[in-house]
């Protein structure tokens, strides 16, 4: 099999606002250059992301944090408390979809990281929506966040976006839950559960979310990015990690090798290290100045 260059990108932690100007960069690179491109990075100081359709006064719903700076992203889903984690940033031209669908690019993704955790000898699991009505497929996985397309064109989509009773998930009394859900649903997305989320059962029998993606999708080419906790943060007390579950620290570096590893064997990529241009940070300078650093943006809502 003939392999494709993709970018590879390890930036050093940065702000919110660059973060996500640069993930934005990524999918207008692919779209111009018709290539994959694959960045790992961490946020500093700790950031609260809102989902594009997410209300910035739903943030008060989170009182533990109310002290991080927050910035609003371009795809779906719900908030996510960006502390101890590793964040990922994949973005290439539908005709390089390893799945040929993207909204079980998820999946794909995510089975790379079960495959991670096996070989650490922990059990997780890709979520089941109880109410699926096949293990292959559900058709709410295909919709985009139930708050509507978005007015330029392209559909921001996360991986929580099935409609999915919050009692089912979540009974009455679940405790942490019952105070930042409002609505019908709770705030933070690593509180809600999908199709392709990664799940582990804890030591006391809680199921616990550990990664989590979303999308948006512009005409020629697609950004995914996701989340994966590596241990509890004290902006979100109510959500263990890596760390927690396994009974031991578990540093970026160490799962971000390993997680690159198994990737390359199933995609038929070849990593390019490569850092950005001069060209390429100023433009993310211009992104931040003009949308993600400007109240217009992260308070459009």
Excluded at 117 to 132: I, V
Excluded at 202 to 214: D, F, Q, R, T, Y
Excluded at 252 to 277: C, G
């Amino acid at each position: 099999m003939c392999q494709v260059g993709c970018r590879l990108l390890m930036d050093l932690p940065a702000d919110g606002a660059w973060n996500m100007a640069l993930d934005e960069l990524l999918l207008v690179w692919a779209e111009r250059t018709g290539q994959p491109i694959f960045r790992i990075y961490q946020w500093m100081p700790a950031t609260l992301s809102l989902g594009y359709f997410q209300r910035w006064q739903d943030r008060f719903r989170h009182p533990a944090s109310l002290s991080c700076p927050m910035v609003r992203r371009p795809s779906g889903g719900g908030a996510i408390l960006h502390d101890q984690e590793l964040t990922y940033c994949m973005a290439l031209p539908y005709c390089l979809l390893p799945t040929g669908d993207p909204s079980s690019l998820y999946g794909f993704v995510h089975e790379t990281l079960l495959e991670v955790f096996t070989d650490w000898g922990f059990k997780a699991r890709l979520w089941q929506c109880p109410c699926a009505v096949s293990p292959l497929r559900d058709e709410a996985s295909d919709r985009p966040d139930r708050c509507g397309m978005v007015e330029s064109g392209p559909v921001p989509t996360s991986s929580d976006a099935p409609e999915i009773s919050p009692e089912t998930l979540f009974p009455k009394g679940s405790g942490p839950l019952e105070t930042t859900r409002l609505g019908g649903e709770p705030f933070l997305c690593f509180q809600r559960r999908s199709r392709w989320d990664v799940v582990a059962d804890a030591p006391e029998g809680m199921e616990v979310k550990l990664a989590g993606s979303a999308q948006r999708r512009s005409r020629a080419a697609l950004l995914q990015h996701g989340s994966i906790l590596l241990a509890r943060s004290p902006a979100s007390p109510e959500l263990p990690g890596l760390a927690e579950l396994l009974g031991r620290p578990v540093q970026p570096a160490e799962l971000a090798q390993v997680w690159l590893a198994r990737l390359a064997e199933r995609l038929p990529w070849a990593w390019q290290a490569d850092s950005l241009t001069p060209q390429e940070r100023a433009e993310a300078h211009r992104l931040v100045q003009t949308k993600y650093g400007t109240d217009s943006w992260n308070l459009r809502r």
